[in-house]
């Protein structure tokens, strides 16, 4: 039997009026799954993410429990940088550590290109399992930025204040340029690699940019954005951006040719619409509040559903990803709360 798509996420994201506000939740895929532990007893994410069934399984999970809009393909952002020749290991309780940080221009000068045929085939391999499966909802598929993937290279590992990464982009203008190339074509060729296998949107993960002031990010990351969101229009598929504490950055990402800003939860979406961003918004509530009673989470679920809705184009999500200790029953009275209470407000 053929399965009718749910394309609410995807009319969304286009800012197309839609029967309900579609949601998803970014880190759905595992966390606080109880089948996804168990998984992970036996299996590293390394494990999971290079065998297609498996991971395909922990992606598909989140949507059959919590009945979201959207699923997300399982896997990390420092995926694709093997291949061009980043030495990195996903250290337990650590984070991704990487072996050989960058200091020079030389260092860049030694990066190689991406063949994601070749390099990351159990990536495509998964998304094309997915579409094959007949998912009911659209498949987002996903990639760092430049700025957050450079800060793991130039600072080793997951930082708090990023000062070598700034160091490195104020003092090595020319070596730092030249990374962000070097990122920008292997984000481009991975995303679209994702996009031919079958992917019905892309987010691009720019987790710490936020530590960057608005002058800074115009100078020195918002050309190689530019380039990788141009690059991606053509492949008419909606285009996601997001970072962590942000908020600043909103109305530069609305500049960029994307389809979707990102908001953490620092910035309300009526703020966002009064500073003139017009594109659909995603968010925005604070995982933390997934801890909370219930009748807290439905208050402020509602009020952002509220904000949402006085225009077309939003989709609800968390300002970050869901926490290991949340509940997973939680995350699915949320998902019925968001259909049905937006549902009864469009329809009166």
Same mark, same amino acid.
């Given at each position: 039997?053929?399965?009718?798509? #749910?394309?609410?996420? *995807?009319?969304?994201?286009?800012?197309?009026?839609?029967? !309900?506000?579609?949601?998803?939740?970014?880190?759905?895929?595992?966390?606080?799954?109880?089948?996804?532990?168990?998984?992970?007893?036996?299996?590293?994410?390394?494990?999971?993410?290079?065998? %297609?069934? *498996?991971?395909?399984?922990?992606?598909?999970? %989140?949507?059959?429990?919590?009945?979201?809009?959207?699923?997300?393909?399982?896997?990390?952002?420092?995926?694709?940088?093997?291949?061009?020749?980043?030495?990195?290991?996903?250290?337990?309780?650590?984070?991704?550590?990487?072996?050989?940080?960058?200091?020079?221009?030389?260092?860049?000068?030694?990066?190689?290109?991406?063949? %994601?045929?070749?390099?990351?085939?159990?990536?495509?391999?998964?998304?094309?399992?997915?579409?094959?499966?007949?998912?009911?909802?659209?498949?987002?598929?996903?990639?760092?930025?430049?700025?957050?993937?450079?800060?793991?290279?130039?600072?080793?590992?997951?930082?708090?204040?990023?000062?070598?990464?700034?160091?490195?982009?104020?003092?090595?203008?020319?070596?730092?340029?030249?990374?962000?190339?070097?990122?920008?074509?292997?984000?481009?060729?991975?995303?679209?690699?994702?996009?031919?296998?079958?992917?019905?949107?892309?987010?691009?993960?720019?987790?710490?940019?936020?530590?960057?002031?608005?002058?800074?990010?115009?100078?020195?990351?918002?050309?190689?954005?530019?380039?990788?969101?141009?690059?991606?229009?053509?492949?008419?598929?909606? +285009?996601?951006?997001?970072?962590?504490?942000?908020? !600043?950055?909103?109305?530069?990402? #609305?500049?960029?040719?994307?389809?979707?800003?990102? *908001?953490?939860?620092?910035?309300?979406?009526?703020?966002?619409?009064?500073?003139?961003?017009?594109?659909?918004?995603?968010?925005?509530?604070? %995982?933390?509040? +997934?801890?909370?009673?219930?009748?807290?989470?439905?208050?402020?679920?509602?009020?952002?559903?509220?904000?949402?809705?006085? !225009?077309?184009?939003?989709?609800?999500?968390?300002?970050?990803?869901?926490?290991?200790?949340?509940?997973?029953?939680?995350?699915?009275? +949320?998902?019925?709360?968001? !259909?049905?209470?937006?549902?009864?407000?469009?329809?009166?």
């Amino acid at each position: 039997m053929v399965k009718v798509l #749910n394309d609410t996420f *995807l009319k969304a994201a286009r800012g197309e009026e839609t029967t !309900h506000t579609p949601v998803w939740y970014m880190r759905q895929a595992g966390r606080s799954q109880p089948e996804y532990r168990a998984i992970k007893e036996k299996h590293s994410l390394f494990e999971i993410t290079h065998q %297609p069934e *498996l991971c395909a399984y922990v992606t598909r999970l %989140p949507v059959e429990q919590y009945n979201v809009d959207a699923a997300i393909l399982y896997k990390d952002i420092m995926t694709p940088l093997p291949a061009i020749g980043v030495d990195v290991e996903i250290k337990s309780g650590i984070g991704p550590v990487i072996s050989n940080p960058f200091r020079s221009l030389s260092d860049v000068e030694k990066l190689g290109e991406i063949h %994601p045929e070749q390099d990351v085939p159990y990536v495509l391999d998964t998304i094309k399992l997915l579409v094959e499966e007949q998912l009911t909802v659209p498949l987002i598929g996903f990639s760092g930025a430049p700025f957050t993937l450079a800060s793991y290279m130039i600072e080793g590992g997951p930082s708090k204040n990023y000062n070598k990464t700034k160091a490195f982009m104020y003092s090595e203008p020319k070596a730092w340029f030249a990374l962000m190339e070097k990122l920008g074509d292997m984000v481009i060729t991975y995303v679209k690699a994702q996009i031919a296998a079958g992917v019905k949107a892309v987010q691009i993960f720019d987790s710490w940019v936020g530590a960057l002031n608005v002058q800074d990010y115009r100078h020195y990351i918002k050309p190689v954005m530019n380039r990788i969101f141009t690059s991606l229009q053509e492949e008419n598929v909606p +285009l996601i951006m997001f970072g962590v504490g942000a908020s !600043h950055l909103a109305k530069e990402w #609305n500049d960029l040719p994307l389809d979707v800003v990102g *908001l953490d939860w620092r910035m309300q979406i009526s703020e966002a619409r009064e500073l003139g961003i017009k594109k659909t918004v995603q968010g925005n509530l604070d %995982p933390a509040i +997934l801890l909370a009673p219930w009748e807290v989470i439905e208050e402020q679920a509602r009020a952002i559903l509220d904000q949402g809705l006085e !225009h077309p184009g939003h989709i609800f999500n968390l300002g970050h990803g869901v926490f290991p200790s949340v509940n997973p029953d939680t995350l699915k009275r +949320l998902a019925s709360f968001i !259909h049905e209470y937006s549902s009864s407000k469009r329809q009166g």
